[in-house]
């Protein structure tokens, strides 16, 4: 870091940040708030304190305590990306996987569909089922209304080959994007945003049962962002209506369901009072974490950020707001674990924002992550924001 960064860093950090005893320790903040909350019980019902590796393991299991080597994209996609906002996934990758390309979200091995909550994702092609199928609802009614927004929009994709050389909006051939996003529960929707316009298509539907599928997708979002429960589970799968909403009465009743078919695969557990589960075969890593020492850039929609309960993410209210604003939502900063601040990106301009006092080697480490970064920009540079007003 530059001495002009530095002293820019002090200035605006004196300004901007809440004091140390409001937020916590630096390095400690997620551990304190967990210690008193987080708690476990075992395969033969003893009781164990996790407090400290609540913190860490979900930056562990989503790999974002160390890098995959080079290539493995399809690895760090288990959960699926969220690229609502232009290239979020590669930058969601680039958290993951070392010497990610811009062109990540192209890869052969990705496609792009409407995903959990509505939201375009990019997800490892060979898991199609998983994050179209695995959202179909159960209900005969809702399952019916999918197959109907399906037909609809395979009229108008007929429609539209058969005038190739004439404009035919969706609206005209009566589907809309809300009725596509149903229609991708399907399977056969493939779409591709490529930060201004969304294109999207027709192909042949999975041949897998939509089950094993449901089953599956509860297995990926308890890796991810578990311990968790139903509803939240319930909330992340959602988009009914396109929305990031409150989950539907369909959706909360099939997601207890599916947490019941997996109850031989899941380990019950209390945090924060209320009890959560997580996937057996994560008991021993929880058992075995240990503190992270990384900084990241996290990108808007970033798996780790996709939690219902975003209170157990960013504690304080007012930092809660910052992040999840009602307007476009800024990047996380993540530093050992933990939230701690907010990041814009304009080209190759990344304004960052910190909630308390950052060490001079983690400025440095936020650098190295903007000069890092997969975007096609000649020139890269970091600022920090001033004042107390939210970037």
Same mark, same amino acid.
């Given at each position: 870091?530059?001495?002009?960064?530095?002293?820019?860093?002090?200035?605006?950090?004196?300004?901007?940040?809440?004091?140390?005893?409001?937020?916590?320790?630096?390095?400690?903040?997620?551990?304190?708030?967990?210690?008193?909350?987080?708690?476990?019980?075992?395969?033969?019902?003893?009781?164990?304190?996790?407090?400290?590796?609540?913190?860490?393991?979900?930056? #562990? &299991? /989503?790999?974002?305590? $160390? %890098?995959?080597?080079?290539? *493995?994209?399809? !690895?760090?996609? =288990?959960?699926? +990306?969220?690229?609502?906002?232009?290239?979020?996934?590669?930058?969601?990758?680039?958290?993951?996987?070392?010497?990610?390309?811009?062109?990540?979200?192209?890869?052969?091995?990705?496609?792009?569909?409407?995903?959990?909550?509505?939201?375009?994702?990019?997800?490892?092609?060979?898991?199609?089922?998983?994050?179209?199928?695995?959202?179909?609802?159960?209900?005969?009614?809702?399952?019916?209304?999918?197959?109907?927004?399906?037909?609809?929009?395979?009229?108008?994709?007929? #429609? &539209? /080959?058969?005038?190739? $050389? %004439?404009?035919?909006?969706? *609206?005209?051939? !009566?589907?809309? =994007?809300?009725? +596509?996003?149903?229609?991708?529960?399907?399977?056969?929707?493939?779409?591709?945003?490529?930060?201004?316009?969304?294109?999207?298509?027709?192909?042949?539907?999975?041949?897998?049962?939509?089950?094993?599928?449901?089953?599956?997708?509860?297995?990926?979002?308890?890796?991810?962002?578990?311990?968790?429960?139903?509803?939240?589970?319930?909330?992340?799968?959602?988009?009914?209506?396109?929305?990031?909403?409150?989950?539907?009465?369909?959706?909360?009743?099939?997601?207890?369901?599916?947490?019941?078919?997996?109850? $031989?695969?899941?380990?019950?557990?209390?945090?924060?009072?209320?009890?959560?589960?997580? +996937?057996?075969?994560?008991?021993p890593t929880l058992e075995r974490a240990v503190p992270v020492e990384t900084v990241r850039l996290l990108p808007p929609g970033d798996p780790y950020l996709a939690s219902a309960d975003r209170a157990l993410l960013v504690p304080l209210t007012r930092f809660r707001s910052e992040l999840w604003p009602k307007s476009v939502w800024p990047g996380a900063l993540m530093v050992n674990g933990e939230i701690v601040g907010t990041w814009r990106r304009q080209v190759?301009?990344?304004?960052?924002?910190?909630?308390?006092?950052?060490?001079?080697?983690?400025?440095?480490?936020?650098?190295?992550?903007?000069?890092?970064?997969?975007?096609?920009?000649?020139?890269?540079?970091?600022?920090?924001?001033?004042?107390?007003?939210?970037?």
């Open positions: 870091m530059s001495d002009l960064n530095r002293r820019l860093l002090v200035a605006t950090l004196s300004r901007s940040c809440v004091s140390e005893q409001e937020f916590g320790d630096s390095r400690g903040q997620s551990e304190l708030l967990k210690a008193a909350h987080c708690f476990a019980r075992g395969h033969n019902g003893r009781s164990f304190d996790h407090a400290r590796e609540c913190a860490w393991i979900p930056t #562990a &299991r /989503q790999y974002l305590h $160390k %890098r995959l080597p080079q290539g *493995r994209l399809v !690895e760090a996609a =288990f959960a699926g +990306l969220q690229d609502s906002s232009p290239r979020s996934a590669v930058l969601a990758l680039h958290a993951r996987v070392t010497h990610v390309s811009s062109s990540a979200w192209k890869d052969s091995r990705f496609v792009q569909v409407w995903g959990p909550r509505g939201a375009v994702y990019v997800v490892p092609s060979h898991d199609v089922a998983v994050f179209t199928l695995g959202r179909l609802p159960r209900d005969p009614v809702l399952a019916a209304s999918v197959k109907a927004a399906a037909e609809r929009a395979k009229r108008a994709f007929r #429609a &539209r /080959q058969a005038r190739p $050389k %004439r404009a035919s909006s969706d *609206r005209a051939a !009566e589907v809309n =994007f809300r009725e +596509l996003r149903l229609a991708s529960m399907s399977g056969a929707v493939r779409v591709e945003w490529d930060g201004a316009t969304t294109s999207w298509w027709l192909v042949e539907p999975p041949t897998e049962s939509p089950e094993p599928a449901r089953l599956e997708l509860a297995r990926r979002f308890l890796r991810s962002v578990g311990p968790s429960t139903p509803k939240e589970f319930a909330w992340w799968t959602g988009g009914w209506a396109g929305s990031f909403g409150s989950a539907t009465r369909g959706e909360l009743s099939d997601a207890q369901q599916t947490f019941r078919s997996l109850e $031989k695969e899941l380990a019950e557990v209390e945090l924060e009072g209320r009890k959560r589960w997580v +996937l057996r075969t994560d008991l190759g301009r990344v304004t960052v924002r910190a909630w308390r006092p950052l060490e001079s080697d983690v400025g440095e480490a936020v650098e190295e992550e903007v000069s890092s970064m997969p975007i096609e920009s000649a020139r890269k540079e970091v600022r920090w924001s001033m004042g107390d007003v939210p970037l």
